[in-house]
């Protein structure tokens, strides 16, 4: 159920890149709290660049984002710590030597105390199921592995909205299975999810609301069920079977 | 993924790892400092020092293996070579000029042996807060910058190693290794080395202001050992002693 209240506001965004490209044009979505969020659409409709507007990578060319009535450009700092953004590429996400010190760098960017960054890396290395492999090099982990890395990296930061940049590129079954019982476990117990994908098959059943991207707009938005024929048209995958609940790689 | 296994940092409990890293780095400037100011006595003594360091690394953490480290190497060493051949070839007399690049290629190569050390048995982080640490109190310099940039630049010299061998492999796998021309071959390999690296260095940048980066962190916490107290009477005993040997030999 969705409830009500607006975590973030986006209004009217548009982003037009120095070359002439129009990314994002005129968004208009509010993203609510706790819900489980998927925006989807073709390769260049827009859906990776307005998730980087959300952390603050990107500044729009016009439009503003409210995260909780404040401007989020206003407290940079605060909203990048609100809202967690999980890279496409997990091997670009890593900084630190080892799986630990990587999970650490958000938190001792906070300047937070030793004991507590200590903490946070343990529980969200627990939580990804990475603890057992705290010492080892991120670049020699596993895709799945990676992924999970790049998760506790923004649990350790303690992030209310989490934003997944087509979190099963690149995975095997195995590695996608991993992954999303990993984001279906953090939306239940009260994350605010958006999942980025263009691969609907995989995740379409947890989705609460569904929004359509192309050429920059959104052009379509609402529960899964109801925009299941309008896929194809849309140049998405429409995912096989007739009920949304199938929709899914977690069975 | 490929991955050429020189300066990348190794998680390990030798006692290279267990040194305090301010120690490890004043450790770096004196050995750096005596290596260029060091007569052929006092040179094969440093190289003797260094090269147990190096064994003693391997024997305790297993982590660079001798001949696999000269394997990764073995392009800087044909660098040394050329450089010793023409310094023979631009030396009045041939043999003088031989030896005296044989010389400088020898104080080179124990450079890269130290910075190998280093690179390998500490952590990148580590690193930023004992430069931090050591510059903070220093007026006018902007110590977070400084430690950031050198640790980023220790992280990310591997990477560019990588990087490198994927686009090799690439560039192989669709027979770029027959090009004869070494301008062809060098524009194949560096265009897009360059390229990848400036995107990754991108991303990577993107990739930290996501997690708020700053340049004041919180700190790794360092504490003196008894180990540290050793290494630094080594740290002082061995320019002392190579002062001696310079002075006397």
């Not at chain 1, 529980?123 to 010492?135: C, S």
């Not at chain 1, 994908?197 to 609402?222: F, Q």
């Not at chain 2, 062809?184 to 897009?192: D, E, N």
Request: charged content about 20%; aromatic content about 8%.
């Amino acid at each position: 159920m969705i409830k009500k209240e607006p975590l973030l506001k986006i209004q009217d965004l548009s982003h037009k890149f120095s070359n002439g490209t129009v990314a994002v044009d005129s968004v208009d979505l509010e993203i609510y709290r706790s819900e489980f969020l998927i925006i989807s659409g073709p390769n260049g409709s827009g859906k990776s660049v307005l998730m980087k507007h959300l952390n603050g990578l990107l500044t729009p060319s016009s439009g503003q984002i409210f995260l909780e009535d404040n401007d989020l450009f206003q407290d940079i700092g605060n909203s990048r710590q609100q809202i967690g953004l999980v890279f496409q590429d997990a091997d670009s996400q890593i900084i630190g030597q080892t799986v630990e010190k990587d999970t650490a760098f958000g938190p001792e960017n906070l300047r937070l105390k030793r004991e507590e960054i200590n903490r946070r890396v343990e529980k969200a290395l627990k939580d990804v199921e990475l603890l057992e492999k705290r010492k080892h090099r991120p670049h020699l982990l596993s895709g799945g592995e990676k992924r999970r890395l790049a998760i506790a990296g923004i649990l350790a930061m303690d992030s209310k909205i989490l934003i997944f940049d087509e979190p099963f590129s690149n995975l095997d079954y195995q590695g996608v299975k991993n992954v999303l019982s990993q984001i279906v476990e953090l939306h239940r117990i009260g994350h605010t999810i958006i999942v980025i994908t263009h691969d609907l098959g995989k995740v379409l059943a947890h989705g609460e609301r569904l929004v359509i991207m192309n050429n920059g707009r959104i052009i379509h938005r609402g529960k899964p069920e109801d925009l299941l024929c309008q896929l194809e048209n849309c140049g998405i995958r429409r995912p096989e079977g007739d009920c949304v609940e199938s929709m899914t790689w977690l069975k | 993924m490929a991955e050429i296994e020189i300066f990348h940092y190794r998680n390990g409990r030798g006692i290279l790892h267990r040194i305090d890293t301010r120690i490890k780095l004043l450790f770096i400037i004196f050995l750096t400092i005596c290596i260029f100011n060091s007569s052929i006595w006092a040179l094969i003594i440093l190289t003797a020092f260094i090269l147990s360091l190096f064994l003693i690394e391997y024997i305790q953490s297993k982590i660079t293996s001798p001949f696999s480290f000269l394997n990764n190497v073995k392009g800087f060493l044909l660098f040394l070579l050329l450089i010793t051949l023409v310094r023979g070839l631009s030396s009045e007399v041939f043999v003088t000029g031989i030896l005296s690049g044989l010389l400088y290629s020898w104080k080179l190569f124990l450079l890269v042996l130290i910075g190998q050390l280093l690179t390998s048995t500490t952590d990148p982080a580590h690193i930023q807060g004992a430069v931090y640490r050591v510059l903070h109190k220093v007026p006018y310099i902007p110590a977070g910058t400084i430690a950031t940039m050198i640790s980023l630049t220790i992280t990310f010299i591997p990477l560019i190693f990588d990087q490198y061998l994927e686009v090799r492999d690439a560039a192989n796998s669709r027979l770029g290794n027959l090009t004869r021309n070494p301008l062809t071959k060098i524009s194949t390999i560096a265009l897009p080395l360059l390229q990848t690296t400036l995107l990754r260095a991108d991303e990577i940048a993107q990739a930290m202001e996501s997690r708020c980066y700053s340049e004041h962190p919180t700190l790794n916490e360092m504490k003196m050992k008894k180990h540290d107290a050793l290494s630094l009477i080594i740290l002082i005993a061995i320019p002392i002693l190579l002062f001696l040997l310079n002075k006397y030999s």
